[in-house]
């Protein structure tokens, strides 16, 4: 019932940014999330805005990533900045019916997944 579409990923080099967008085929859901996983690693939660604008990060992204909506185009984004090799992963957006949570087992829908890598 639910779509969700991640882009935006690439290869870029440590200090640089990238910004990623999710676009979901529906606005039903309360929080919008991205999560990453790195090869041989659990995937982690990135960070996380509720349809109210309430948003959390995971500690290793604070002060270097920002998300944001654009509610008319039913769309998130991961604005990432002095990207390090340690943020290389398969990033994935993923829908909740609640406020923003940490945990992978609150959301319903997940993207497929987009990669960045950051080399050194």
């Known amino acids: 019932q639910v779509q969700l579409v991640e882009s935006g990923g690439g290869l870029v080099q440590a200090g640089g940014s990238l910004r990623l967008s999710c676009d979901a085929s529906s606005r039903t859901f309360t929080t919008t999330a991205w999560f990453r996983q790195a090869p041989g690693k659990e995937r982690e939660f990135v960070t996380a805005?509720?349809?109210?604008?309430?948003?959390v990060y995971a500690d290793s992204v604070k002060g270097r990533f920002i998300i944001s909506r654009d509610s008319t185009k039913n769309t998130v984004y991961l604005q990432m900045n002095i990207l390090k090799p340690e943020d290389t992963a398969i990033y994935y957006c993923?829908?909740?019916?609640?406020?923003?949570?940490?945990?992978?087992?609150?959301?319903?829908?997940w993207g497929q997944g987009t990669q960045v890598t950051v080399s050194s």
């Open positions: 993923a829908v909740s019916t609640y406020a923003p949570q940490k945990m992978a087992r609150f959301y319903d829908y």
């Open positions: 805005i509720s349809r109210d604008g309430s948003i």
